[in-house]
């Protein structure tokens, strides 16, 4: 029998346009961190001895393995001591990892300090989640996270354009000493503004017995993990791309004064994708928009990999642009919305659940990008028939989720009110 218990939230000083702005700049301190190094990646390299440029990717890929295990401590910690504690203590532990970086004077010592970085960035990220989870629920959650999606894809829009600035007039450093600075600026907005979401009679104290029942629940939920592994499969071939992106545009391209345009064009492909899904999601569904998206994804990623065929590897600019943005359009449906429904069955779990969902999404992803990235050589094929391999399972994955969508939960719910 399920005990629903009712969450009396606290209301917020700040409007949803400021919850929604604060939301998702919170959440972009992750992709600052790794889009304002794209432009400063071949500096790094030389300057620290870099053995190959798959080896200075790894500054971008090993970042989300740092947050996989950040998130599965970030979780459970939120659940005990609450969600601004989490942030807290996040945001001081990615400083600690950023000073590592600025100081750093080998590429061992600079990735250590990445790995460090990430695992500190974790704590906004899944309290962010989780704070949000708190507040709603499904088709609202996704309708939230939609527009917080748009506000974060500005982000990733200017960050290369960003760290270029930087890079003209100081050295890749300095990118690291404004991390510090913006990461004091929002927590200092965050806590002049945002209240607990969670308060101490909602907390659950640390118990290993009720971790592992939690946990246990959460892993054997076959929607869950599908949609989980779902988020794996679409984002590790987008962090293939992200990884490579400075290597395809500047080295195979010839594009370096006009990488952070292209880069910022695609990323707004993201954002018009996740306004559009933001007005739908409530119409429309989240599993409808999902299924619509992954067969558009499908269909051009196949002609991504006939183009780079047909153009030995490496097709005119224009073309790969078109493409990648047409594709990236929905993949941005893809996001918002996966990772909403696998939330959507760990209301009651909800800081474990963002652990353990974006952990093992983020552990999946590397992996498959690390393994995509390893054949770009000399063109793009690699990164095309990537998204067609992994859009291929992810939509496999997708539909088995399909069939677990409605189990029953085991444990305690809590119900959620607006």
């Not at 001895?49 to 090993?62: A, D, K, N, R």
């Not at 990461?183 to 592992?212: H, I, M």
């Not at 209301?347 to 390893?374: D, E, Q, R």
């Amino acid at each position: 029998m399920i005990n629903e218990e009712k969450i009396e939230h606290v209301k917020p000083k700040l409007g949803m346009l400021e919850f929604v702005a604060l939301m998702a700049f919170m959440s972009s301190i992750v992709a600052l961190s790794i889009d304002a190094m794209l432009p400063a990646l071949n500096q790094i390299g030389s300057d620290l001895g870099s053995e190959s440029p798959q080896y200075t990717h790894m500054i971008i890929s090993i970042f989300f393995l740092g947050m996989a295990f950040g998130q599965l401590y970030y979780g459970p910690y939120s659940d005990t001591k609450g969600r601004r504690s989490a942030i807290l203590s996040g945001l001081i532990v990615f400083a600690i990892g950023t000073v590592i970086c600025l100081f750093a004077q080998s590429m061992e010592v600079l990735l250590v300090g990445r790995v460090i970085q990430a695992f500190g960035v974790s704590g906004p990220r899944i309290a962010s989640i989780a704070l949000i989870r708190d507040q709603f629920e499904g088709e609202a959650m996704a309708r939230v996270m939609s527009f917080i999606m748009m506000v974060f894809i500005l982000v990733p829009m200017v960050a290369p354009a960003f760290g270029k600035a930087i890079l003209l007039f100081a050295t890749w450093r300095e990118i690291f000493a404004s991390f510090l600075v913006i990461g004091f600026g929002l927590a200092v907005w965050f806590f002049s503004r945002q209240p607990e979401t969670l308060p101490k009679s909602k907390r659950k104290p640390f118990s290993l017995s009720d971790l592992w029942q939690s946990s246990k629940y959460i892993l054997s939920h076959r929607a869950v993990m599908m949609y989980t592994l779902s988020m794996g499969c679409i984002f590790g071939s987008f962090l293939a791309y992200l990884s490579a992106s400075q290597t395809i545009f500047e080295g195979f391209y010839l594009q370096g004064d006009m990488f952070p345009l292209i880069f910022a064009t695609l990323a707004f492909s993201i954002g018009i994708a996740s306004f559009i899904n933001g007005t739908l999601v409530m119409s429309m569904g989240m599993r409808k928009l999902c299924s619509l998206a992954l067969y558009g994804t499908i269909v051009m990623s196949t002609v991504f990999v006939v183009a780079t065929l047909h153009y030995n590897g490496l097709p005119p600019l224009l073309v790969t642009i078109c493409i990648l943005f047409v594709n990236f359009f929905f993949i941005g449906i893809l996001f918002g919305n996966l990772n909403s429904l696998a939330m959507m069955p760990l209301g009651h779990v909800a800081g474990l659940g963002a652990a353990i969902t974006g952990s093992l999404s983020s552990a999946f992803a590397v992996p498959v990008a690390l393994f995509i990235g390893s054949f770009v050589q000399n063109d793009i094929a690699p990164i095309a028939i990537g998204f067609l391999i992994f859009s291929v399972i992810t939509l496999g994955c997708f539909i088995f989720a399909g069939t677990g969508a409605k189990q029953t939960p085991v444990c305690n719910t809590r119900k959620i009110t607006k």
